[in-house]
């Protein structure tokens, strides 16, 4: 790649400003990285941030074999840590853009990356890839012609299979639209059906512990599980993160234990996970939530569950973002869960209606599987007609002649 590429380090200077700065997304190639965050550094911590220019290919050095690299159609600046490479007079760069992003040219930075651990085993800690073992790279001997007709074809097709994806996202965007519509519309009651105070139904309620009580420096590898806000699903536990404090500490904060069975509600929530969302907890052992998580034990004349889809609903989270307090993440308290009325139609209506709630979400899912398998089946032909096309494995019509 050496003969193909410059490696380009101008720094920024004194005149940086953050709204400058830009990032590499695997997805999304040179963005702005305030369209990604808005974590931004100070004006006077960018001076040793690297200039990009239009047309330069910018490469996140750790994350590159997972497809972090980019072509710039803006320009700005890059964490110091980034590799700019800038085309050779001869070489096109949307050309060398797909080649650097293709599977054939991940495998060869795999092999290269530099860290902790065996590449051999897969098991690099901290990886990198270095200017020096990216110039090693050979990349195929095509005149600037073919490059091109190359990066014509491979810019229409997968332009085309992108707008493939982005239909079948959408798609999939719709099927989660209409369950939660189709629960909103389920769970909207007849006046003469009661409402009570959450409060008045729950035998006993809490939150988790503040403070100094329960930190990150209590998690241990095992023992009592502690349940945090990334478990509250909407109407489902979630339970991917998982946390645990020894059993000696764990009996100390018992107040705040969770049993299978218990509705917990979120008082937190942002654009992603709404505020107020609630799960019924599953069987889990000995365990506690954490601060923000309220949990109440329901009297028998409320099923958990459908508590939890309703207060899940569309309709109800509405209701609870007017009470809510914070901008960016939203906030409620205890006291103020605890006053949200809850339709209660009789037991065997709620067990009814969650029944059907459950069936229209096994229906979804199996549609947005469906849709998932489809996205990345297209995904896959996209990475390999790149790979084709870039090692000439595949004959594009114009470089042929």
């Not at 085309?87 to 760069?93: I, Q």
């Not at 990886?127 to 810019?155: C, F, H, K, M, V």
């Not at 904060?253 to 019924?280: I, N, S, T, Y």
Request: proline residues 4%.
């Amino acid at each position: 790649m050496k003969r193909a590429l410059d490696v380009v380090d101008v720094r920024s200077g004194v005149d940086a400003a953050p709204e400058d700065l830009l990032s590499v997304s695997i997805h999304l190639g040179v963005v702005p990285r305030s369209s990604m965050t808005d974590d931004l550094p100070r004006a006077e911590d960018l001076s040793g941030y690297k200039q990009v220019l239009h047309g330069d290919l910018v490469v996140n050095r750790m994350r590159a074999f997972q497809g972090a690299v980019g072509l710039a159609h803006i320009e700005g600046l890059v964490s110091p840590d980034y590799l700019v490479l800038r085309p050779r007079a001869g070489h096109d760069a949307r050309f060398l853009h797909h080649l650097l992003r293709s599977s054939w040219f991940v495998g060869q930075m795999v092999a290269r990356l530099r860290g902790i651990g065996s590449t051999s085993q897969g098991n690099v800690r901290t990886p990198r890839i270095n200017s020096e073992d990216l110039g090693e790279i050979a990349a195929p001997p095509l005149t600037y012609g073919e490059q091109r007709a190359i990066a014509d074809y491979l810019d229409a097709e997968t332009a085309r299979i992108d707008a493939l994806i982005t239909k079948k996202r959408r798609m999939i965007d719709t099927i989660g639209e209409r369950f939660w519509s189709f629960v909103d519309h389920l769970l909207d009651f007849e006046s003469n059906v009661p409402r009570f105070k959450l409060s008045w139904l729950a035998s006993t309620r809490c939150d988790g512990p503040f403070g100094s009580s329960l930190t990150s420096s209590h998690y241990v590898d095992q023992g009592a599980r502690v349940v945090r806000l990334g478990n509250l699903g909407r109407g489902q536990f979630k339970d991917a993160d998982q946390a645990y404090i020894s059993d000696e500490h764990y009996r100390t904060l018992q107040r705040h234990q969770v049993r299978e069975g218990d509705l917990l509600v979120a008082g937190l929530g942002d654009a992603k996970r709404p505020l107020a969302r609630a799960c019924v907890a599953p069987s889990l052992g000995a365990a506690i939530v954490k601060a923000d998580c309220f949990r109440f034990r329901l009297n028998r004349e409320a099923d958990p569950q459908f508590v939890a889809w309703y207060l899940s609903s569309p309709s109800a989270v509405a209701t609870t973002a007017l009470l809510a307090q914070g901008s960016t993440r939203q906030r409620v308290n205890l006291g103020i869960v605890s006053d949200m009325h809850v339709p209660l139609p009789s037991f065997d209506r709620q067990i009814d209606l969650t029944a059907r709630i459950d069936d229209e979400l096994n229906r979804s899912r199996a549609i947005g599987a469906a849709l998932e398998k489809q996205v990345g089946l297209l995904g896959e032909r996209r990475q390999a007609l790149i790979t084709a096309a870039v090692t000439g494995e595949l004959e594009i019509p114009r470089v042929a002649a």
